[in-house]
Protein backbone atom coordinates (compact mmCIF):
# COMPACT_ATOMS: atom_id res chain seq x y z
CA UNK A 1 0.00 0.00 0.00
CA UNK A 2 2.08 2.66 1.08
CA UNK A 3 5.63 1.62 -0.58
CA UNK A 4 3.53 2.20 -3.82
CA UNK A 5 2.29 5.54 -3.52
CA UNK A 6 5.35 7.58 -5.21
CA UNK A 7 5.09 4.86 -8.12
CA UNK A 8 1.08 5.47 -8.47
CA UNK A 9 1.46 9.14 -8.73
CA UNK A 10 4.63 9.09 -10.78
CA UNK A 11 2.60 6.93 -13.61
CA UNK A 12 -0.03 9.23 -13.61
CA UNK A 13 2.00 12.66 -13.79
CA UNK A 14 4.06 10.83 -17.04
CA UNK A 15 0.63 10.15 -18.48
CA UNK A 16 1.16 6.85 -18.29
CA UNK A 17 -1.81 3.90 -17.39
CA UNK A 18 -1.00 0.94 -15.12
CA UNK A 19 -2.93 -2.50 -13.98
CA UNK A 20 -3.11 -3.20 -10.17
CA UNK A 21 -3.45 -5.94 -8.53
CA UNK A 22 -4.12 -5.85 -4.81
CA UNK A 23 -3.30 -8.83 -2.55
CA UNK A 24 -4.75 -8.94 0.41
CA UNK A 25 -3.28 -10.69 3.47
CA UNK A 26 -4.77 -14.41 3.62
CA UNK A 27 -3.50 -14.48 -0.40
CA UNK A 28 -0.09 -13.28 0.74
CA UNK A 29 -0.01 -15.54 3.71
CA UNK A 30 -1.07 -18.64 1.52
CA UNK A 31 2.79 -18.23 0.40
CA UNK A 32 2.59 -18.92 -3.76
CA UNK A 33 3.27 -15.63 -4.32
CA UNK A 34 5.89 -14.66 -2.02
CA UNK A 35 7.80 -17.36 -2.84
CA UNK A 36 8.31 -16.19 -6.51
CA UNK A 37 8.68 -12.51 -5.00
CA UNK A 38 12.94 -12.49 -5.34
CA UNK A 39 13.42 -10.84 -1.51
CA UNK A 40 9.73 -12.15 -0.56
CA UNK A 41 7.90 -9.21 -0.45
CA UNK A 42 5.69 -6.62 -2.48
CA UNK A 43 5.52 -4.48 -4.66
CA UNK A 44 6.28 -6.30 -7.72
CA UNK A 45 6.11 -4.25 -11.06
CA UNK A 46 6.15 -5.83 -14.62
CA UNK A 47 6.77 -3.44 -17.80
CA UNK A 48 6.95 -5.96 -20.73
CA UNK A 49 9.67 -9.02 -20.03
CA UNK A 50 11.06 -6.78 -17.13
CA UNK A 51 9.99 -7.45 -13.30
CA UNK A 52 11.55 -5.92 -10.35
CA UNK A 53 10.88 -5.72 -6.93
CA UNK A 54 11.68 -3.13 -4.14
CA UNK A 55 10.16 0.01 -4.77
CA UNK A 56 12.79 2.53 -5.07
CA UNK A 57 14.48 0.28 -8.07
CA UNK A 58 11.11 0.61 -9.60
CA UNK A 59 11.29 4.34 -9.16
CA UNK A 60 14.46 4.54 -10.70
CA UNK A 61 13.65 2.36 -13.64
CA UNK A 62 10.16 4.89 -14.02
CA UNK A 63 12.74 7.30 -13.98
CA UNK A 64 15.10 6.42 -16.56
CA UNK A 65 12.22 5.39 -18.55
CA UNK A 66 10.71 9.06 -18.70
CA UNK A 67 13.21 11.32 -18.29
CA UNK A 68 12.91 11.92 -13.96
CA UNK A 69 16.64 10.96 -13.64
CA UNK A 70 18.48 14.41 -13.68
CA UNK A 71 20.15 15.96 -17.21
CA UNK A 72 23.03 14.33 -16.65
CA UNK A 73 25.01 12.29 -14.62
CA UNK A 74 25.81 14.80 -11.58
CA UNK A 75 22.04 14.99 -11.19
CA UNK A 76 21.17 11.63 -11.73
CA UNK A 77 23.72 11.04 -8.95
CA UNK A 78 22.13 13.96 -6.80
CA UNK A 79 18.79 12.30 -7.35
CA UNK A 80 20.04 9.12 -5.89
CA UNK A 81 20.92 11.20 -2.70
CA UNK A 82 17.92 12.79 -2.08
CA UNK A 83 15.70 9.63 -3.06
CA UNK A 84 18.40 7.90 -0.09
CA UNK A 85 17.33 11.02 2.09
CA UNK A 86 13.37 10.37 1.50
CA UNK A 87 13.85 6.46 2.39
CA UNK A 88 15.94 7.36 5.70
CA UNK A 89 12.74 9.65 6.46
CA UNK A 90 10.18 6.87 5.06
CA UNK A 91 12.09 4.28 7.91
CA UNK A 92 11.10 6.93 10.56
CA UNK A 93 7.57 7.14 9.45
CA UNK A 94 7.02 3.50 9.14
CA UNK A 95 8.54 2.42 12.45
CA UNK A 96 6.49 5.23 14.33
CA UNK A 97 3.22 3.65 12.30
CA UNK A 98 3.88 0.03 12.96
CA UNK A 99 5.89 -0.33 15.91
CA UNK A 100 5.47 3.07 17.86
CA UNK A 101 1.72 4.81 17.02
CA UNK A 102 0.02 4.60 20.20
CA UNK A 103 3.51 5.82 22.44
CA UNK A 104 5.63 7.93 19.84
CA UNK A 105 3.05 9.63 17.47
CA UNK A 106 3.05 12.57 20.01
CA UNK A 107 6.91 12.65 20.07
CA UNK A 108 7.34 11.76 16.22
CA UNK A 109 5.26 15.02 14.88
CA UNK A 110 7.28 17.47 17.44
CA UNK A 111 10.03 16.28 16.18
CA UNK A 112 9.15 16.55 12.37
CA UNK A 113 11.27 19.69 11.86
CA UNK A 114 14.45 18.22 12.34
CA UNK A 115 13.61 16.05 9.31
CA UNK A 116 11.77 18.33 7.30
CA UNK A 117 14.10 21.26 7.93
CA UNK A 118 16.82 19.04 5.37
CA UNK A 119 13.99 19.17 2.51
CA UNK A 120 13.46 22.33 3.08
CA UNK A 121 17.01 23.69 2.58
CA UNK A 122 17.56 22.06 -0.61
CA UNK A 123 14.05 23.42 -1.73
CA UNK A 124 14.61 26.84 -1.31
CA UNK A 125 18.72 26.29 -2.29
CA UNK A 126 17.79 25.46 -5.70
CA UNK A 127 14.44 27.51 -6.35
CA UNK A 128 13.38 25.63 -8.92
CA UNK A 129 10.67 23.80 -7.09
CA UNK A 130 12.19 20.41 -7.64
CA UNK A 131 15.08 18.91 -5.70
CA UNK A 132 17.12 18.79 -8.45
CA UNK A 133 17.34 20.61 -11.43
CA UNK A 134 14.63 22.27 -12.77
CA UNK A 135 12.03 19.19 -13.70
CA UNK A 136 10.40 16.79 -11.51
CA UNK A 137 12.14 13.69 -10.65
CA UNK A 138 11.36 9.92 -9.16
CA UNK A 139 12.42 11.62 -6.02
CA UNK A 140 9.97 14.68 -5.85
CA UNK A 141 7.41 11.91 -6.50
CA UNK A 142 8.89 10.08 -3.30
CA UNK A 143 8.84 13.31 -1.07
CA UNK A 144 5.51 14.31 -2.47
CA UNK A 145 3.81 10.98 -1.73
CA UNK A 146 5.78 11.11 1.82
CA UNK A 147 4.76 14.30 2.44
CA UNK A 148 1.00 13.93 1.68
CA UNK A 149 1.01 11.12 4.42
CA UNK A 150 2.22 13.69 7.12
CA UNK A 151 -0.16 16.18 6.44
CA UNK A 152 -2.80 13.23 7.15
CA UNK A 153 -0.70 12.09 10.30
CA UNK A 154 -0.12 16.70 11.15
CA UNK A 155 -1.96 18.94 8.88
CA UNK A 156 0.53 22.07 9.77
CA UNK A 157 3.34 19.97 9.51
CA UNK A 158 4.72 22.19 6.98
CA UNK A 159 3.14 25.20 7.86
CA UNK A 160 7.06 26.73 9.27
CA UNK A 161 8.71 25.21 5.99
CA UNK A 162 7.31 27.76 3.04
CA UNK A 163 9.20 25.94 0.19
CA UNK A 164 7.95 22.42 1.18
CA UNK A 165 4.37 23.89 1.52
CA UNK A 166 5.25 25.18 -1.96
CA UNK A 167 6.43 22.24 -3.04
CA UNK A 168 3.45 20.19 -2.03
CA UNK A 169 1.26 22.78 -3.77
CA UNK A 170 2.64 23.16 -6.77
CA UNK A 171 2.91 19.26 -7.22
CA UNK A 172 -0.91 19.05 -6.43
CA UNK A 173 -1.58 21.17 -8.81
CA UNK A 174 -0.29 19.21 -12.14
CA UNK A 175 -3.49 18.27 -13.98
CA UNK A 176 -2.83 14.54 -14.56
CA UNK A 177 -1.60 14.16 -10.57
CA UNK A 178 -4.49 16.38 -9.14
CA UNK A 179 -6.95 14.13 -11.69
CA UNK A 180 -4.81 11.64 -10.36
CA UNK A 181 -5.51 12.25 -6.57
CA UNK A 182 -9.05 13.30 -6.91
CA UNK A 183 -9.83 9.94 -8.29
CA UNK A 184 -12.01 7.50 -6.55
CA UNK A 185 -8.78 4.75 -7.10
CA UNK A 186 -6.88 6.94 -4.84
CA UNK A 187 -9.21 8.08 -2.58
CA UNK A 188 -10.33 4.10 -1.93
CA UNK A 189 -6.64 3.35 -1.04
CA UNK A 190 -5.71 3.09 3.05
CA UNK A 191 -2.50 5.25 3.52
CA UNK A 192 -0.47 2.02 5.82
CA UNK A 193 -1.80 -1.11 5.68
CA UNK A 194 -2.38 -1.22 9.98
CA UNK A 195 -5.23 1.43 8.96
CA UNK A 196 -3.19 3.99 10.63
CA UNK A 197 -2.51 7.26 9.78
Not at 9 to 29: H, R
Not at 84 to 94: A, I, M, P, W
Amino acid sequence: VGRCGALRIMLADQGQEWKEVVVDFPEWMKGTLKSTCVFGQLPKFQDGDLVLFQSNAILRHLGRKHDAYGKDGDEAALVDMMCDGVEDFRLKYVKMIYQEYDTGKDTYIKDLPNHLDKFEAVLAKNKTGFLVGNKSSFADYNLFDLLLNHLVLSSTCLDSFPSLKSFVEKMSARPKIKAFLDSEAYKKLPINGNGKQ
